[in-house]
């Protein structure tokens, strides 16, 4: 079945632990991407990559890493997280950097809390 | 800033009416445009994509473009409770490196009252 799998799908953690949110996905996607989204504010996108070893700062890039190493993964790094980093997060594929006809194929969300 | 505007709502709209769902988007070179359903603590899902003028249906869904005012929409005939959810229009943007990826509106929130 042709899908993005994040993990884990609930994660409390505690102020300035790092942690890593997996994204991998099984569709030779060539653009992934990482959002968050929070009450009132929508989607925002984290970072974005369009091809190994490319990665580039979307909108909201501030205390959040990512790499490319190979095509199926694209993890999310918080080297220190701040209560602030709350949220909802997606990582989310395509073939095309979003384009139709399909956009992005979306993980199922991790929800994570920083206390 | 490239922005894609939509009224958060709530949208009430009695079982078996038309819903309307509408945005508007700020940079004018946008290509393609997508509507994505989500229903509280999930991921989202994509209802239509279009991406010429007109309108394009699909079931129950139609969604209309207009690039000369920039506006999309999407509607729902007969609406279901199951329609209850958050609608979220996403607009491609391209910048001088390619797809951009997509931006989202902060969604409406519509319910379908029995």
């Known amino acids: 079945e042709a899908q993005v799998t994040q993990n884990p799908r609930y994660l409390i953690t505690v102020t300035g632990k790092k942690l890593t949110v997996t994204c991998s996905q099984n569709m030779n996607h060539e653009y992934m991407s990482w959002y968050r989204q929070d009450p009132g504010l929508g989607l925002r996108q984290i970072y974005y990559?369009?091809?190994?070893?490319?990665?580039d700062k979307g909108d909201v890039p501030e205390g959040y890493k990512v790499s490319r190493k190979e095509k199926r993964n694209f993890p999310l790094i918080l080297e220190s997280p701040s209560p602030n980093q709350t949220s909802l997060y997606f990582c989310?594929?395509?073939?095309?950097?979003?384009?139709?006809?399909?956009?992005?194929?979306f993980g199922s969300g991790t929800r994570l809390t920083v206390v | 800033q490239k922005e894609v505007e939509q009224n958060s709502g709530p949208l009430s709209v009695p079982e078996g009416a038309i819903a309307s769902l509408n945005c508007t988007y700020s940079?004018?070179?946008?290509?393609?445009f997508f509507w994505y359903r989500q229903y509280s603590g999930k991921s989202p899902e994509l209802i239509m994509s279009i991406y010429s003028n007109g309108d394009k249906e699909d079931g129950r869904f139609t969604a209309q473009l207009n690039k000369a005012s920039q506006y999309v929409s999407l509607l729902i005939r007969d609406s279901q409770p199951s329609d209850s959810a958050t609608y979220l229009c996403a607009v491609l943007m391209y910048s001088g490196g390619g797809a951009d990826g997509l931006t989202f509106g902060k969604g409406t929130h519509l319910i379908i009252q029995p």
């Open positions: 989310a594929s395509s073939p095309y950097g979003g384009a139709p006809p399909r956009g992005y194929t």
């Open positions: 990559s369009m091809n190994v070893e490319v990665t």
């Open positions: 940079d004018r070179g946008s290509q393609s």
